[in-house]
């Protein structure tokens, strides 16, 4: 029953409540940032307890009032409040269903974004490109912040490969549904007879690691300098300012040269070294949370074809829900918030169905 799964979530948030506030909790940071954020979490489930508490005890008063009531005005009037209540009960259960669906743990979290052009040669650099300022774009006006970590440019522009870092609220959670194969089909510059060809890119966002994630050792890591290659002035190219770090026991190997300061691009490659094995324990989530239950929306599968973008036709189609809008310039412009809102609707439809709440 609805009421006693929300009863027992307000007796855990009073639990968490208390724990917080424990010296020995306080003293262990690690188990108080982890429940700090449960508590969180909990809170707005629990206010809308309370408010689905009130409605239910409302509809009794006014069902008793109907039964006992002789006078037809008041009959009349509990009537009219006993169908508003109604109204408010069932929207209310459907708020709290959608907010009792398991949430991906880390949506909280900061997001390192890796664009890499595939196949389509210097078109599919040039499409990197595009989708990187698109993103740029979005974060922006999304209020995030954007940290240009690496990139190693196309030999006529765009992005063999182009890595950054999004902070703000809720990063993750909103930029994972980028992460796949996106197509475009357009007609290259450098095509003298107007055909329309068809290039990729890859995306991958990962949900960025902090130090209580993941533990590194400083026996581990193989730590390089080297001069920076690219845009920057002459000291980028003299000073041994850019860092490459090798993981020894997993063989990840992470470069960062955006910096002029070697002490700045060595904390961007720590971060995203962190990150990257922080990726490899969260795959393994991913696996067994896809083995249980897979939605269209988000498999888990980074290589899967997720959007076209169509420029003879103006138009994009994401392929998870099938989805087609005839609006690409202002979606290459970082305006796709109505593709993602309609993803996060299709997948919480999905478990919803499945009953996962």
């Known amino acids: 029953m609805l009421l006693d799964k929300l009863q027992a979530i307000k007796e ?3 639990e968490v409540g208390e724990l917080i506030a424990d010296p020995d909790v306080m003293s262990d940071m690690k188990r108080y940032i982890k429940l700090s954020k449960e508590y969180k979490d909990l809170e707005p489930i629990v206010e809308a307890y309370h408010q689905y508490r009130n409605v239910i005890d409302n509809i009794a008063s006014s069902r ?20 508003s209540l109604m109204q408010r009960k069932d929207s209310l259960e459907e708020e709290i269903r959608l907010m009792l669906i398991p949430s991906d743990p880390q949506d909280d979290k900061n997001a390192i974004v890796e664009i890499r052009a595939g196949t389509g040669g210097d078109e599919a650099a040039l499409f990197a490109g595009d989708l990187y300022r698109m993103y740029q774009k979005f974060c922006e006006n999304s209020g ?14 765009g992005f063999k490969e182009v890595i950054f870092n ?26 003298t007879q107007g055909r329309v060809h068809t290039s990729a890119a890859t995306v991958a966002v990962l949900p ?47 470069s960062c040269q955006d910096q002029k300061s070697q002490i700045k691009n060595m904390d961007k490659a720590m971060k995203v070294l962190r990150t990257r094995l922080f990726d490899m324990e969260y795959k393994k989530y991913l696996d067994e949370i896809a083995s249980k239950r897979k939605t269209m929306v988000s498999s888990g599968d980074r290589s899967a074809k997720i959007r076209t973008y169509n420029f003879p036709q103006g138009r994009v189609t994401d392929h998870r829900i099938g989805l087609t809008l005839y609006n690409l310039s202002s979606i290459m412009d970082g305006d796709i918030q109505e593709i993602i809102d309609a993803l996060q609707v299709a997948e919480n439809a999905e478990k919803l169905k499945e009953g996962v709440a």
């Open 208 to 254: 960025e690691a902090d130090e209580f994630d993941i533990e590194l050792k400083a026996g581990d890591i193989k730590k390089e300098t080297f001069c920076s290659s690219g845009p920057g002035g002459q000291s980028v190219n003299t000073t041994y300012s850019a860092v490459r770090l090798t993981h020894i026991p997993t063989g990840i190997v992470v």
């Open 12 to 14: 855990r948030h009073r």
């Open 166 to 191: 999004v902070s703000g609220q809720g990063v993750y959670g909103v930029m994972k549904y980028e992460s796949g194969v996106h197509r475009v089909q357009r007609v290259p510059q450098t095509e």
């Open 144 to 157: 995030w912040k954007t940290e240009l970590v690496d990139m190693n440019e196309g030999t006529s522009g």
């Open 64 to 83: 008793e009032m109907l039964n006992n009531e002789k006078d037809s005005e008041f009959r009349e009037m509990a009537r009219a409040e006993l169908e």
